[in-house]
């Protein structure tokens, strides 16, 4: 049987084309994984697939069999945090938190990606993460304090 | 909840929460809407500190990214002198917290802000009672230190709190003519503490109402209606006949909806079923609004009036008269809404985000015809509401399905239907007049302003001028409106702050004169003054403008009791608008939560720049032509500016909203700028659209 791994649990897969952000959602009652629009237009739904950041609304859980998922709740490695989501406390970078963990997700991904990156190279890893709280700069600020810790 | 056992309880009275604005007899609120019926038992319990110590708030103002959460902590924290993580807070469950008319107006912090500290100041003295019969020494001989009542000058004397409330159950009204410790000592408020919600939402532990999942629930999709006004003339479900997995199709009144055990089922049979509606023609588009605005009128009130007019037009050296116009942009908050309902007997539980828990609780109870006991409304966490989510009209769409199928019953909107099925800021019209002599002084000033739909306090906010003139006239009236209408951050102070402060704008270059020294020329409220000076200082103001690259504007506001200057510099890239830079300062009195104050203004800003140069709703005939992201623009993080907000310390004035701040006075500001940079004066929103048509 197809197989996938959420956060380290591996799971059986017997509908393929259910949807990725569903199957996580109601299936998996992961439901830290937001829908914001369902189109692939608000990066809401942002996880990460062997470390690459994915629109989970865009895809059937049949596109990433045999992946190695990681959804926000499994981030922090048990009661510790990540840094990135150490950083988003102390920026306080948040309102009502909707979006947040999308974003997370991807900074996390760009982490991955590059050692130090740039302003400019976050703002292009965030150009599809809409926060319609405008909490923008502080997260700006988040990508800042971990470039200054590393 | 029955058993009431070794608590302190600190009960409140609920008219206290109600701004004063909307209190019986004061103008405003008269729609039901708003005004759900004030229950008769006035004093309820705000506040509890149990036989283990721990504190907790009730409150039914809800969070939905002002972070009151954190505020109300903090609030309570400082007059119990205890750590804010010993205290708990459960907002907007009905069942537990007092009635309250619902979130909006950044009253929160002003109206239950204020009585949570009086709940905690009556807390703090009744313990100091306790501690006193204990010692047999009065009661002003004790302090409260984080969970202690302790003996000032022998701090060997020291009671916990649960050893003073003990086995009892201890019921205190907050008394009428309570005075607050006049001098705040600055152990929590207006320190940056960090959210108290912060760890919760980093880790997506923070149920949300699309999150809620309750056992044997059924996924609803509703078919909705292709326009305003359509109904069902038929409904052809053959198709659906072939399938063998379980469904229930429902068609109640006007609610047509499929029912199934996974949202993707539901989403899949809805498509099956043919539904051909009646339609109706003749609805407004978005090109007839101005046109509506003006023809329309109704409700009209004088604001201001004082001296005439004429005479005073008579008077000017220069005389200016220009139309503004807004259409109606849409909240957008990131959460589609969802509600979850389920009877219990004949009991009804409702998770719901919406800002006004108890207002739905009533149009639950007329709905099914319950008394206050069998309706429960609990408020998970909110995905930004902005004013909107005050209707929550699927709340009832749940509850009647599931009392159909008599399972649970979630039901939740899309992107698309999040925008069509909410309510619109309106679209307004501002005609200003008015004129000016050479040196400056304003010699008559008119502003009749029309915002489209019937509630009234929408469009009287922020009409008023703060400037000197002798002459006078602001009205402000309602007009019929093709879509509907409501509540948006700030109501209509930021659309009529728009034209007023662009209009001082052209004014002052009419007359050769700075902006920024002709509205210090005009403006008598220390409040303003100190602002504007403050963020002229801050963006380094040119009084001058010299032919350069970056445009500066600058325009003040106020709103809910706050003040507000704000300055920008501006770009054009392209064919863009870049907002380079925005400088705010802000006076809201005494400052309770310094940091979650800073957060507001900085997302005030942001949606406001999206109204401001991208957001109109299009629509024609009854469809709204551009819901969801696709073409609706909002504001992503390229577009964004770097932010100062300054806080100016003014801890003798009581704490009145910022959630506002933002917003108000950012699109004049940037019209300004524009001008300033292009010599362009744009007076219809969005700017980017007019840049790119002219
Ligand atoms: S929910 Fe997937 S991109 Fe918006
Ligand atoms: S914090 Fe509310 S949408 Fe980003």
């Known amino acids: 049987m197809p197989k996938i791994t959420v956060n380290n649990i591996n799971h059986n897969i017997t509908n393929l084309k259910r949807n990725l952000l569903s199957f996580l959602r109601f299936d998996l009652e992961l439901t830290g994984t937001k829908l914001g629009c369902g189109e692939g237009l608000c990066g809401a739904c942002t996880i990460l697939v062997d470390g690459q950041p994915i629109k989970s609304c865009m895809s059937t859980v049949g596109a990433v069999i045999e992946g190695d998922l990681t959804t926000i709740e499994g981030l922090a490695d048990g009661e510790i945090l990540h840094p990135v989501q150490e950083a988003f406390i102390e920026q306080s970078a948040m309102q009502c938190g909707y979006c947040i963990p999308g974003f997370i997700m991807n900074i996390t991904a760009l982490f991955n990606r590059e050692k130090n990156p740039t302003r400019e190279q976050a703002i292009e890893a965030l150009s599809e993460n809409i926060c319609r709280c405008g909490t923008y700069s502080r997260i700006l600020k988040v990508v800042e304090s971990l470039r200054e810790k590393k | ?694």
């Open chain 2, 1 to 694: 909840m029955k058993k009431n056992n070794n608590l302190l309880e600190i009960f409140g009275d609920i008219n206290l929460s109600i701004p004063k604005r909307m209190r019986a007899g004061q103008t405003g609120y008269r729609t039901v809407t708003y005004m759900t019926e004030i229950p008769e038992d006035n004093f309820q319990r705000m506040l509890s500190i149990n036989k283990d110590g721990i504190v907790t708030i009730y409150a039914s103002k809800v969070d939905y990214g002002q972070g009151i959460k954190t505020g109300f902590i903090i609030a309570v924290a400082e007059e119990l002198c205890l750590e804010p993580e010993k205290i708990n807070i459960i907002l907007g469950d009905t069942d537990l917290c007092p009635w309250d008319p619902g979130t909006f107006g950044s009253d929160s912090t002003a109206s239950v802000g204020l009585l949570l500290r009086n709940a905690a100041t009556t807390a703090r003295e009744k313990l100091y009672e306790l501690a006193a019969e204990r010692a047999g020494i009065s009661k002003d001989n004790f302090i409260s230190i984080n969970g202690y009542i302790e003996q000032k000058d022998n701090p060997s004397v020291a009671y916990s709190f649960s050893e003073l409330i003990g086995q009892q159950n201890i019921k205190v009204n907050i008394p009428e003519n309570i005075s607050l410790s006049s001098k705040i000592d600055n152990l929590y408020i207006g320190n940056n503490i960090k959210r108290i919600d912060g760890l919760e939402k980093v880790t997506g532990k923070s149920k949300y109402s699309r999150d809620i999942l309750v056992p044997e629930m059924l996924f609803a999709k509703v078919i909705r209606p292709p326009a305003y006004g359509a109904t069902i003339n038929k409904i052809d479900s053959t198709n659906l006949q072939k399938i063998s997995s379980y469904y229930q199709l429902i068609h109640e009144g006007d609610l047509l909806a499929i029912l199934a055990e996974s949202d993707e089922a539901a989403q899949h049979l809805s498509s099956m079923i043919d539904v051909s509606w009646h339609t109706l023609d003749g609805q407004a588009s978005r090109w007839d609004m101005p046109k509506i605005l003006l023809d329309s009128k109704f409700d009209t009130s004088v604001l201001q009036e004082e001296g005439n007019i004429d005479v005073g037009l008579n008077e000017a050296d220069i005389i200016l008269e220009e139309t503004y116009y807004v259409p109606y942009i849409s909240t957008t908050p990131m959460e589609p809404r969802a509600a979850v309902a389920k009877w219990d007997d004949d009991k009804l539980i409702v998770w719901a985000g919406t800002q006004r828990p108890h207002g739905i609780k009533s149009e639950l109870m007329k709905l099914f015809n319950l008394q206050a006991k069998q309706v429960r409304v609990i408020t998970p966490e909110i995905g930004g509401g902005f004013g909107a989510k005050s209707l929550y009209p699927i709340a009832s769409e749940a509850s009647i399905l599931s009392k159909i199928v008599n399972k649970p019953v979630r039901v939740a909107y899309s992107r698309n239907e999040e925008t069509i099925f909410s309510s619109f800021r309106p679209a307004a019209l501002m005609e200003v007049k008015a004129g000016v002599t050479i040196d400056g002084s304003i010699t008559a000033w008119s502003f009749k302003a029309v915002h489209a739909g019937e509630r009234f306090l929408i469009g009287r906010r922020g009409a008023t001028t703060p400037y000197s003139s002798k002459n006078i006239f602001v009205e402000v009236s309602c007009a019929d409106s093709p879509l509907k209408t409501g509540s948006y951050r700030s109501l209509g102070a930021a659309v009529n702050h728009f034209a007023r402060e662009a209009f001082i704008d052209e004014l002052s270059r009419s007359i050769k004169c700075d902006p920024l020294e002709f509205r210090l020329q005009n403006l008598k409220d220390e409040r303003y003054i100190n602002v504007l000076r403050s963020v002229a200082n801050k963006i380094q103001w040119q009084s001058s403008t010299s032919p350069t690259k970056i445009g500066q504007g600058l325009a003040i506001g106020i709103d809910v009791g706050s003040y507000v200057a704000l300055a920008v510099h501006i770009e054009i890239i392209g064919t863009e608008i870049k907002i380079s830079k925005v400088a705010a300062a802000i006076d809201c009195g005494l400052a309770i939560d310094h940091d979650g104050i800073v957060n507001q203004v900085e997302g005030g800003i942001i949606q406001g720049l999206g109204g401001t140069l991208y957001e109109a709703i299009e629509f024609e005939n009854g469809t709204i032509i551009n819901p969801g992201f696709t073409r609706y623009r909002v504001p992503k993080i390229n577009n964004i500016p770097e932010i100062h907000v300054e806080i100016l310390d003014n801890k003798t004035t009581p704490s009145s909203g910022a959630g506002e701040l933002g917003i108000v006075p950012i699109a004049a500001a940037i019209s300004n700028a524009l001008f300033d940079l292009t010599g362009q004066r744009v007076r219809e929103l969005p700017i980017q659209r007019q840049l790119q048509s002219s």
